[in-house]
């Protein structure tokens, strides 16, 4: 146990090193030897001065989340940081790596704090819909003020060793040997004689908070939180530190804590983040990987060009083939202009943007590709097109390479056997834009070989993307539900219900926005042409595009966009021609419960469906897709997590009543989903 956290004292400066591999997380074996070492300590007259610092990687990355939702053994967090408050020695946190969460909580207990220059900082308490519950809310503050900490609190996103400096958040950033550097910086405090203030006793940055300002920052956030409760009660607590003397501004943060961790919300964000972390495991831990260098593209239009750069933003050199020289220039010149946009925007410096177009190869000839390692297609959805790029692909590429499709909705087995090496082809389907979208379903197809499959998993982390292993099916897991959730969308406007009605349902339900706000963004051509090809019609949106109305893009679609605004207007004209196509059909009010039923529970349906023919390994991988790659708000955990806290037996039961009303096979329930409703498991029978 005592192994979790050692004491050295040299020259009067005691090292507790903690020790708790892999990024030394609070846990309880942490804590308990830690309260013991600073007891002690405080009380050393060998001790002069304490630096806190961890082996290993990184600082203290975080509570121990396993922890979560068990009852918490002391000594806990708050009683460690209470304890560093009561020690008149100058105590200093050396930081390497990360100190997020806990980990920066028990540091601002500490008078100083000392990071190397690598070191990155933050409270990501947010993201599993908590807030920092160890004092981080009343402390930050009064160290950075009060604008900055609500603005790391609430994004929960962490910020540099040199922002941290700016900001006061650090004392000093150091290059090199950060131990012995934080050794010499202790030496040299305890020298001083201080005396040294806690932070807790600190007003002088928030002595000048101007409320209104900061009232005014919080209300544009809680605007963005989209019926998220945790950033609410993050600005609360910042609030509280400005307004309450601090042990009552403590005690307030820790009613909102626990308020917040019982709670469905977090418990929802706690699933995805454990979902996400399962999902990224494929069979065949130990299996070889295959070597992955170069990346190949083909195809440089929206997703080719996306996929590209995904690729160059890991590090990867990347070859982009296209069918002539214009359209290679017209795809590079867009990628130039994207990059160009993130450095106007400051995310990007002008020498990485260099450095990752460097990384960049055109080519219009499939002899380009032979020296890559991976070649993913990204041509147009049509399946004559893509077997045509993989016979040619098969003919060029290297033995071993592994050939991908991004396909939305095509076989890729058929794809596979228009090659002579089906076990090294998989579908890799991107969700668009492809730089910045972060999920990546991995489409096993019968014949694909698991080493190829596991290599292309850990490329994914790689470059950032979130990847799901999913089945063969028309859509994938993603946008065969989709087509599931929209089947209704229609028939909802035919039997009274507007645009506008259904997209506040799905905005009130907390998604970013509604089925025909989104039609609009995306262009209703698109799946006008889908239709056609497909020989399926859809009444009122295939008039919409036979009157040019494809969204946006022309200013009209469901919605009316005046002066190039992207903000929908609610159009007479469509909802006459609704009920102009709606012969026979009396109209009648439909409300928000009727909308969720016939679009949602649907969803969830087809999700049991995926599960049962085993296209899902998992329901938590379903919600993975969901919550990253279609906007389902994080605060509900994805749809079959949901589905538990909607009550499984309602949304069985109402699906029969519909399926009764309407006889279509959408609303049937699917067996894995009465399962559920009886065992409070997803399982495939
Ligand atoms: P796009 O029309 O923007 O780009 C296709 C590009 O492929 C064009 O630049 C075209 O010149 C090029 N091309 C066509 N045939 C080629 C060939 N034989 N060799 C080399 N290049 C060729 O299309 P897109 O939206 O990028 O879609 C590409 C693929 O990605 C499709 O299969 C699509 O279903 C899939 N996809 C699209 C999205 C999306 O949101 N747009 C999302 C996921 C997947």
Redesign the pocket.
């Known amino acids: 146990m005592s192994s979790s956290v050692s004491v050295a004292i040299e020259k009067g400066v005691a090292v507790v090193t903690i020790d708790n591999p892999p990024v030394n997380a609070l846990s309880f074996h942490v804590r308990k030897p830690l309260y013991e070492a600073l007891t002690a300590l405080r009380d050393d007259p060998a001790a002069k001065a304490i630096v806190i610092a961890c082996a290993g990687r990184t600082f203290i990355a975080g509570a121990d989340i396993t922890e979560f939702g068990k009852p918490i053994e002391q000594p806990e967090l708050r009683a460690i940081v209470a304890l560093l408050e009561t020690i008149a020695k100058p105590t200093i946190a050396a930081i390497h790596g990360t100190a997020l969460g806990g980990g920066l909580e028990l540091a601002l207990g500490c008078h100083f704090r000392v990071v190397d220059q690598g070191a990155k900082l933050g409270l990501p308490e947010v993201k599993l819909g908590l807030l920092p519950g160890g004092g981080g809310t009343v402390r930050l503050p009064r160290l950075v003020g009060a604008a900055k900490a609500l603005g790391m609190i609430v994004s929960g996103t962490p910020i540099s060793a040199g922002e941290a400096k700016a900001a006061g958040l650090v004392d000093a950033v150091f290059d090199g040997d950060l131990l012995a550097q934080a050794v010499r910086f202790a030496s040299e405090m305890a020298a001083g004689g201080g005396p040294f203030v806690p932070v807790r006793d600190r007003n002088d940055r928030l002595a000048g908070t101007d409320l209104a300002a900061f009232d005014a920052q919080a209300a544009e956030l809680a605007k963005k939180a989209r019926g998220l409760e945790a950033p609410l009660a993050c600005a609360e607590a910042v609030r509280n530190a400005i307004t309450l003397p601090f042990d009552e501004a403590l005690a307030a943060e820790r009613q909102l804590f626990v308020k917040l961790v019982s709670g469905d919300q977090s418990r929802a964000q706690r699933h995805l983040f454990f979902a996400e972390r399962e999902a990224a495991k494929v069979p065949g831990k130990d299996l070889q990987r295959r070597v992955i260098e170069r990346v190949g593209i083909?195809?440089?239009?929206?997703?080719?060009?996306?996929i590209a750069m995904a690729f160059a933003n890991g590090g990867f050199p990347v070859t982009l083939?296209?069918?002539?020289e214009e359209?290679l220039q017209?795809?590079l010149a867009m990628i130039e202009k994207n990059y160009a946009v993130s450095v106007s925007r400051g995310s990007l410096t002008d020498e990485a943007k260099r450095q990752r177009l460097g990384l960049f190869k055109g080519g219009t000839d499939y002899t380009d590709l032979a020296d890559c390692d991976l070649i993913i297609?990204?041509?147009?959805?049509?399946m004559a097109?893509?077997k045509?790029?993989f016979g040619r692909l098969d003919a060029v590429a290297r033995p071993g390479a592994i050939l991908a499709?991004?396909?939305?909705?095509?076989d890729v087995n058929e794809i596979a056997a228009s090659t002579s090496r089906p076990q090294d082809v998989l579908g890799m389907?991107?969700?668009?834009p492809?730089n910045v979208m972060k999920l990546l379903e991995i489409v096993r197809a019968d014949k694909t070989a698991p080493d190829a499959l596991a290599t292309v998993a850990d490329l994914a982390r790689r470059i950032g993307k979130v990847a799901v292993a999913v089945g063969v099916c028309h859509g994938f897991v993603g946008n065969r539900m989709l087509s599931a959730r929209g089947a209704e969308n229609e028939a909802l406007l035919l039997e009274g219900a507007t645009p506008s009605q259904v997209d506040k349902a799905f905005t009130d339900f907390g998604w970013p926005m509604g089925p025909f706000q989104m039609g609009d963004l995306?262009g209703l051509d698109?799946g006008w042409r889908n239709r056609k090809a497909r020989g399926q019609t859809a009444v009122i949106a295939d008039t919409l595009c036979e009157q040019g109305r494809f969204g946006q893009k022309t200013g009209r679609g469901w919605y009316r966009y005046e002066g190039g605004s992207r903000e929908p207007v609610a159009d007479p004209e469509v909802e006459a021609l609704i009920r102009a196509k709606a012969t026979g059909i009396a109209p009648r009010a439909i409300d928000a419960e009727e909308i969720i039923e016939r679009t949602l529970y649907p969803l969830v349906n087809e999700g049991a469906k995926i599960l049962e023919e085993g296209i899902a390994a998992r329901a938590s991988d379903i919600d993975v897709v969901w919550a990253n790659g279609y906007g389902f708000p994080v605060g509900k955990g994805g749809p079959m997590f949901w589905a538990g806290l909607e009550g499984a037996a309602r949304i069985v039961e109402r699906l029969g009543y519909w399926h009764r009303q309407t006889g279509r096979a959408i609303f049937e329930p699917a067996p894995v989903l009465r399962r559920f409703a009886e065992t409070g498991r997803w399982e495939a029978l």
């Open positions: 083909i195809g440089a239009g929206t997703m080719g060009g996306g083939l296209e069918t002539g359209a017209r795809g297609e990204a041509v147009f959805e049509d097109v893509k045509e790029v499709t991004n396909t939305s909705y095509l389907h991107f969700f668009s492809a995306a698109i």
